[in-house]
């Protein structure tokens, strides 16, 4: 059996994650502060990835990064390689798609931080940056955590969009999701079903992961006193 | 070391505009809650801008919109107790401090800074436990030290007490009391408890629906509170609408009658306010001035008095203001029923004229 998929549908997800985690964190942080209206607006803008077909948003990338994209002929102009049908276009599908996952958990857990910790900290002299990373980040652990456990699931797991930007190649470009569909098209039932299988056994993993963040992000230590919080 | 704050800023239909000073002494913002006191503090702390004034503390401006100054909480050097404390939950006591010790960094020797404050704060043996770990009041001693470590130039706290169950309350209250007189700069103290204020503070800025009235001392506040809102802060419970008469006597407008008045009655005063232990019960046939007959609406007996709630005969009792509160010691006749008539007396020198508003 080829084991070609489950590398290169592991290297992606785990490449587009790191992607995701910094991007879906600075996003929510910067977006957590600015004013309400602006915030509806770039919030529907960076979760529609979310609601829109994934095929539409391969459409997009293919507008974009394809060989005849303002952004892939660029690329291929001056550097001379392309965006499309290799192992690494994938990453920019999976990235674009399970972005809002990682943005809005990193979201939920900024605004449900019980921000007079910042500012005490603030009037104590303590800059931000050593508030958001000593402060800030170690009581949004969890949540953020679950959100790249998530967003690595959705990578992993990636189909429309991944196929329209790096198709399917054996040996190249072939991931776990598009080898089940071609094997199904070519009625090999049986190594199907051996990938259907390795594909359960991760996404149980990856559930059981976010489960257990979950439930340890509902008790964090030590914020007995919060709920005494009040604004004048 | 002083400070002097004149701020104004609105929200929506709420707008916060207060103005006091204070010298190295410790000033409680009295006011009921949603008044402004919480968020005077964070104007003064720079967590939040106000539109327009003016903040200075000890010399230095610390906003001025006029020359567009805003200086950030960082470079303030105020210190803010927060109600919750807002420890940090991922440290430790020792991490917490050292946080603050290291960055406010002017001591070369960062574990004998640590040492002292654990020991002035009474956390020895504390040092490794986390924030979820400790009392009300020892996580309060925690905030204490820190904001301390921050070396403050004048230190607010906001309602250091209210998180505490009660019977905690009265050991960490004398905690409190023994750091703030160790403390050598000004201290702003936010309250809504004026028992509290009483016992801590010397001196009051009352807060009502966010204006600032003006300061007074402990003492002249709770004998003889300027405005209404002063008075139902100092926990007066009696009021009449006056019309003012000759020779200083007043006409209750909510009790139907006239009164003698022994304090100077202010041409603007619309109110006047009794105590309710201020108030004597009569027997029928004694006499004296500022003699009221009353009917009686109800008796309740708390712990340790008796309170009696009256209203004149010829007064509405529907109305808020008619009815009288008397709180006695004890009642003499224990046989005192709802629609009994009762006389009551209010002693001309126990009446306070008040102000409507404070100009």
């Known amino acids: ?232 | 070391m002083s400070v002097y704050v004149k701020i104004k800023k609105s929200f929506g239909n709420f707008v916060l505009d207060t103005e006091f000073e204070a010298e190295n002494e410790i000033l409680a913002l009295l006011g009921a809650s949603g008044s402004g006191k919480s968020m005077t503090l964070k104007c003064i702390a720079g967590i939040v801008r106000p539109d327009m004034g003016r903040i200075v503390a000890d010399g230095v401006t610390l906003f001025d919109s006029d020359k567009k100054i805003n200086l950030s909480p960082q470079e303030r050097h105020v210190g803010l107790l927060f109600q919750n404390y807002a420890l940090f939950p991922n440290m430790t006591v020792e991490q917490n401090l050292c946080a603050v010790i290291k960055t406010c960094g002017k001591g070369k020797y960062p574990k004998e800074k640590l040492d002292i404050l654990l020991e002035s704060y009474y956390l020895t043996g504390l040092e490794k436990h986390y924030p979820g770990q400790l009392s009300g009041g020892q996580q309060q001693r925690v905030a204490l030290a820190r904001m301390m470590a921050s070396d403050p130039k004048i230190i607010m706290l906001d309602e250091p007490l209210s998180a505490l169950d009660s019977y905690l309350r009265w050991q960490v209250e004398k905690e409190l009391t023994e750091i703030l007189g160790k403390y050598k700069g000004t201290t702003l103290y936010v309250s809504h408890n004026r028992d509290e204020v009483y016992r801590i503070c010397r001196k009051v800025c009352v807060i009502n629906e966010g204006h600032s009235e003006k300061v007074s001392s402990v003492d002249e506040f709770f004998n003889a509170p300027p405005t209404l809102a002063s008075a139902l802060l100092s926990g007066c419970k009696n009021y009449s609408k006056i019309k003012k008469l000759l020779n200083g006597t007043v006409y209750a407008i909510d009790w139907k009658t006239s009164l003698n008045c022994s304090a100077h009655v202010p041409d603007d005063a619309g109110y006047i306010g009794v105590r309710a232990h201020k108030i004597l019960p009569l027997g029928d046939k004694d006499n004296c001035v500022n003699k009221i007959s009353c009917r009686v609406l109800e008796v309740r007996h708390d712990l340790f008095s008796v309170i009696v709630t009256v209203v004149p005969e010829d007064a509405d009792p529907r109305k808020e203001f008619s009815q009288i509160r008397m709180e006695l010691p004890s009642l003499e006749d224990d046989s005192l029923r709802p629609g009994d008539s009762m006389a009551i007396n209010i002693p001309p020198e126990m009446i306070m004229p008040l102000r409507k508003r404070m100009d």
């Open chain 1, 1 to 232: 059996m080829d084991w070609f998929p489950l590398y290169n549908s592991l290297r992606v997800a785990l490449i587009s994650t790191f992607f995701t985690f910094f991007l879906g964190i600075f996003a929510a942080h910067y977006i957590a502060k600015t004013p309400r209206f602006l915030k509806g607006l770039i919030d529907g803008v960076l979760t529609l990835p979310l609601v829109l077909p994934p095929t539409v948003i391969g459409f997009f990338l293919l507008k974009m990064i394809g060989p005849l994209g303002p952004v892939g002929s660029t690329v291929l102009e001056v550097f001379g390689f392309k965006l499309t049908m290799t192992w690494y276009s994938a990453i920019f599908a999976t990235t674009m798609i399970s972005f809002p996952l990682m943005y809005r958990t990193a979201r939920g857990a900024f605004e449900s931080f019980d921000s007079t910790l910042l500012y005490s900290g603030q009037t104590l002299g303590l800059s931000d940056t050593f508030l958001f990373w000593r402060v800030i980040m170690p009581n949004c652990k969890q949540g953020i955590l679950a959100g790249a456990v998530l967003s690595f699931a959705r990578a992993l797991g990636e189909f429309g969009a991944t196929t329209m930007v790096a198709g399917y190649i054996p040996g190249r470009t072939a991931i776990i999701s598009t080898t089940v569909y071609q094997l199904w098209r070519e009625g090999n039932d049986a190594l199907a079903y051996k990938w259907v299988f390795i594909n359960l056994v991760i996404s149980f993993i990856v559930l059981t992961a976010v489960n257990m963040l979950e439930n340890r992000y509902k008790q964090p230590v030590g914020t007995a006193k919060n709920h005494f919080d009040h604004e004048d």
